[in-house]
């Protein structure tokens, strides 16, 4: 099974800063043939469920703001808030799909400094 | 708009079971496969099971893998999760989650969950 390993656990940013968060795979999710990495980034607020942000590593969702960013390719990815704003505050998780089972990482918690 | 709704999550002895529902709405459930997603007290989420769209194919985590058992009615629109022989690790708050138009296990939206509680 792929595992995923998220750093920081946590992070503390102030408003308007870039928030960065890293994810490893302990495989490889690029799959050859389409050139694509099957990696998601997820974020859940308190009391919410989680709201997909990012899938293929890099393509926002509809309706995500432009300031969410994910790059990386193979077994490194990133998460880039830029100029987080309060409503950001959030757990944010990776996930990969290029394999059963799907699997996440352990979560990285955003926070205002 | 996409609504998921679970139902059934309650307090259950070690051993016992439950059985959760996630009513579906807003899109064609009978075209998209489905998930179980749960997520302990501090833990990361942990994918438990999944279904395809016409509910002829399913799979689980090996943490459940014959205890438990997805199913669907697309007449009902509605997702199952019968679960049986539950261990104090299967707390959790469980989701139901939406997957995306390409069938991977990429899930495009979650319900709130229901908790389910394993204890004496």
């Known amino acids: 099974d792929i595992v995923m390993t998220q750093s920081p656990d946590s992070l503390a940013v102030s408003l308007g800063e870039r928030a960065t968060i890293n994810c490893k795979s302990s495989?490889?999710?690029?799959?050859?043939?389409?050139?694509?990495?099957?990696l998601a980034w997820y974020q859940q607020k308190a009391g919410q469920p989680p709201r997909l942000l990012i899938y293929?590593?890099?393509t926002r969702e509809s309706g995500v703001p432009d300031r969410f960013s994910g790059s990386g390719s193979g077994t490194d990815f990133t998460l880039t808030i830029d100029s987080l704003q309060a409503e950001d505050v959030a757990v944010y998780s990776c996930?990969?799909?290029?394999?059963?089972?799907?699997?996440f990482g352990q979560g990285t918690k955003v926070e205002i400094k | 708009e996409v609504h998921l709704v679970e139902s059934g999550g309650d307090l259950v002895q070690p051993g016992g079971s439950l059985r959760l529902s996630c009513a579906a709405s807003?899109?064609?459930?009978?075209?998209?496969?489905m998930a179980w997603v749960r997520q302990a007290p501090g833990k990361e989420l942990e994918w438990v099971s999944a279904?395809?769209?016409?509910?002829?194919?399913?799979y689980y985590a090996d943490s459940v893998k014959g205890r438990f058992s997805i199913s669907r009615d697309n007449s009902r629109n509605t997702l199952y999760l019968q679960m049986n022989g539950l261990r104090a690790e299967d707390r959790a708050i469980y989701h139901c989650?939406?997957?995306?138009?390409?069938?991977?296990?990429?899930?495009?939206?979650w319900g709130r969950g229901t908790l389910v509680t394993v204890s004496s």
């Open positions: 989650a939406k997957q995306n138009e390409h069938q991977l296990p990429l899930f495009d939206r």
């Open positions: 807003g899109f064609s459930f009978s075209s998209y496969a």
């Open positions: 279904i395809n769209a016409n509910g002829g194919a399913t």
């Open positions: 495989q490889s999710v690029l799959y050859s043939s389409n050139n694509k990495n099957y």
């Open positions: 293929w590593a890099s």
């Open positions: 996930q990969q799909y290029y394999t059963t089972p799907p699997a």
